[in-house]
């Protein structure tokens, strides 16, 4: 991550505070901490989804296998749109 502009960064970091309270598909989220890092390996992939500009669609599938694949639940996919959405959102507030 040190080769990212302040920018990407902040993206990068955005990615998995929605992660942790948006997707959070194993339910670990608690909002009274600050935050958790329990899904940030998967934000890079997710970051690079963003930055190439892939729609809400793709994204949202990314989420939906990585839940299925990597952690062996499923997940509501209206929920994984909504993320998937957040994310662009995210990258359109904060690179443009």
Do not use: C
């Not at 339910?27 to 930055?51: K, Q, T």
């Amino acid at each position: 991550m040190s080769k990212l502009s302040h920018k990407q960064k902040e993206l990068f970091k955005r990615i998995s505070k929605i992660l942790w309270k948006d997707w959070d598909p194993i339910g670990v989220y608690n909002p009274e901490d600050e935050w958790d890092d329990e899904y940030d390996s998967y934000v890079p992939h997710l970051f690079r989804l963003a930055m190439e500009d892939k729609d809400a669609f793709h994204i949202a599938s990314s989420l939906n296998l990585t839940a299925t694949q990597n952690i062996g639940l499923g997940t509501n996919k209206n929920k994984d749109m909504k993320v998937a959405n957040l994310i662009i959102e995210a990258k359109k507030e904060i690179i443009g």
